[in-house]
C-alpha cells in the first residue's frame, strides 16, 4: 500500500553537493534550518535568483530545478 503525494506540496528541492543526492522539503522553515539563515532569506533569493545557494547545498522550487 502507497502513500499518494500532491506534487502542489513539494515546495523545495535541495542538492547536497558533497553526497550528489536531492531532498525534497515542503516547509521554508525547514530550509532556513538546513541553510541557517531567517526564512526572509531563503523567500528573497528564490523569488530573485530561482535559487539559494551556499557551499554544501542548492535548494530550488521544484518548478525550478534544472533539466540536466
Do not use: W
Amino acid at each position: 500500500m502507497g502513500h499518494k503525494i500532491l506534487k502542489s506540496k513539494l515546495k523545495y528541492a535541495v542538492l547536497d553537493k558533497q553526497n550528489k543526492t536531492i531532498s525534497i522539503y515542503h516547509l521554508q522553515k525547514d530550509i532556513a534550518d538546513l541553510f541557517n539563515v531567517s526564512r526572509k532569506t531563503i523567500l528573497r533569493n528564490i523569488d530573485k535568483h530561482k535559487m539559494y545557494e551556499n557551499d554544501k547545498y542548492i535548494v530550488y522550487l521544484v518548478t525550478n530545478v534544472p533539466q540536466r
